[in-house]
């Protein structure tokens, strides 16, 4: 054991004494949430309180006069008489601000290739692609499928999708064709938007040919537009195909944005076919991004003006759409995008993007944080992560080791993190620390945002102020789903069947301690009852990983005799 590794797993075991983290002082001097009255004036009025976000941080093109209608629950809708558009909140209003030649993106691939994608740019291409959308015959409430890498292209399908009311279903570029089928089909998608291939760690991976090989029937499907990614050859479809290069150039630079209503469906996300059909999860234009806009600034601390973000998930998954695209782009920040993964071609090459562009707000998974803890502190040193100013978790519970080696060598133990809670469902970030205001526990998401009803209830639904049990959010919010596409029966059961129409219940376990800190214990399915106990992943992660010889467990399969 080395004598740095020896200092850092002492310097480990003190921090693990250490309950609480306050903001540090120079960082709650300047924060952008400078006063806890921010939560009583929510919890005194929430509609009031979000419609007053919703009106101060977006452009509305007919404002709203109602805010929550909560008269058929649990189909609640938000600013139903508002119409509005996403596309020109994220990238209009910015560059007729004057800020057109801000960067958007710093774009950088996987063999180091670098793009600056700045708000005027991605006006430019966005306008193009929804005319030439509109030209091949995608109107207003037709679904168009997305499968991309992590490359710029996808960023601009998505804001021309939702710049003429065409919701989209973005597919993770990791799951198989036969998923990108599936979803195509049941979304009954006319368009699908696809790579000809894609890179991972140094090798070339077809993506258009296989995808070819299973969507051939699909009797819906009357556009595939194809963006040259990695250089791939592939077969063109007559009349079906086109290159997404040939199609914007040919495009109408010119598209105004069309007023949506605020309850128009904005895009499909499905889960994961693995067990069951996959649920559609439809969320709607104006809520959704009233709550991504003002949970990216909140969460944040957002400094637009100096700022630059990276959020290292795939824009495939819901925290790439709220906190890559649409949450980033609505406030007008600049933000990092990276096409690779976080151990090519070397173990440091999210501590070389940190260092090259500066980045000041780092959100990541504590599974790649975990990863990192394996890889050893000498990586992160290699470079000069001192422009960082806030970190950031999501995705699952984050065991305190994990943090406090996050705490310690990512963030030199002068960068509050925001340990987030959320799902695909809530749309945007539920529970979480305000930075410069609540303190952090280490392994806890801490307290419900401004706006959010969060509680603590047992096996009936009946809340209970400290101790475990299960986690429901009891009002409703506007970036909440809405539905399941086509399936609204399932959404009622799945959702509010448990504990009625007026509780969402989120299948996560947690506990509640007696400042009212909520830790998360994962899902309540995921479990395993010894002697009567019922021990959650969460809690059995976190002692193996608190072991000194264990940083990184997994699960193997039982060895066959």
Known sequence: MSDSYSSLGERLEGLLQVETFPPPAGFAARAQVPDLAVYEQAAADPEAWWAAQARERLHWDTPF????????????????????????????????????DRVAFYWRGEEGEEREITYAQLLDDVQRLAN????????????????????????VAMLACARIGAPHTVVFGGFAPTAVRERLEVSQAKA????????????????????????????????????????????????????????????????????????HPLFLLYSSGSTAKP??????????????????????????????????????????HSYIVYGPLANGCTSVMFEGAPDYPDRDIWWEIVERYRVTVFYTAPTAIRACMKWGEDYPAKHDL???????????????????WYHAVIGGERCPIV????????????????????????????????????????????????????????????????????????????????FGPGTYFAGDGTRRDEDGYFWITGRV????????????????????VSTPRSRKPRSSPPPTT
């Open 65 to 100: 006069s109602a805010v929550l209608d909560d008269t058929n629950p649990p189909f609640y809708t938000w600013f139903a008489d508002g119409t509005i558009n996403v596309s020109y909140n994220c990238l209009d209003r910015h560059v007729l601000a004057g800020r057109g």
């Open 132 to 155: 030439a959308l509109k030209a091949r015959g995608i109107r207003k409430g037709d679904v168009v499928g997305i499968y991309l890498p992590m490359i710029p292209e996808v960023v």
């Open 192 to 263: 699908l938007i696809v790579a000809d291939g894609a890179r991972r760690k140094g090798k070339f991976i077809p993506v258009k040919q296989p995808v070819d090989e299973v969507i051939a029937d699909l009797p819906d499907l009357e556009t595939v537009v194809v963006v040259r990614s990695a250089g791939a050859e592939c077969a063109m479809r007559p009349g079906r195909d086109v290159w997404f290069e040939d199609l914007i150039a040919g495009a109408d630079p010119v598209c105004p944005a069309e007023p949506m209503a605020a309850e």
């Open 279 to 320: 649920k559609g999860i439809l969320h709607t234009t104006g809520g959704y991004l009233t709550g991504v806009t003002t949970t990216m600034a909140m969460v944040f601390d957002l400094d637009v003006d100096n700022d630059v973000f990276w959020c290292t998930a795939d824009v495939g998954w819901i925290t790439g």
């Open 386 to 404: 001192s422009s960082m100013r806030l970190l950031g978790t999501v995705g699952e519970p984050i065991n305190p080791k994990a943090w406090l």
């Open 419 to 498: 340990d987030t809670w959320w799902q695909t469902e809530t749309g945007a970030i539920m529970i979480s620390t305000l930075p410069g205001l609540i303190p952090a526990k280490p392994g806890s998401a801490s307290l419900p945002l401004p706006g959010v009803s969060a509680a603590l209830v047992d096996e009936s639904g009946s809340e209970i102020g400290q101790g475990s049990g299960l986690l429901a959010l009891t009002r409703p919010w506007p970036s909440m789903l809405r539905t399941l596409y086509n399936d609204p029966d399932r959404y009622v059961q799945t959702y509010f069947g448990r």
């Open 525 to 544: 399915d995921d479990v395993i009852n010894v002697s009567g106990h019922r021990l959650s992943t969460a809690e059995i992660e976190s002692a193996l």
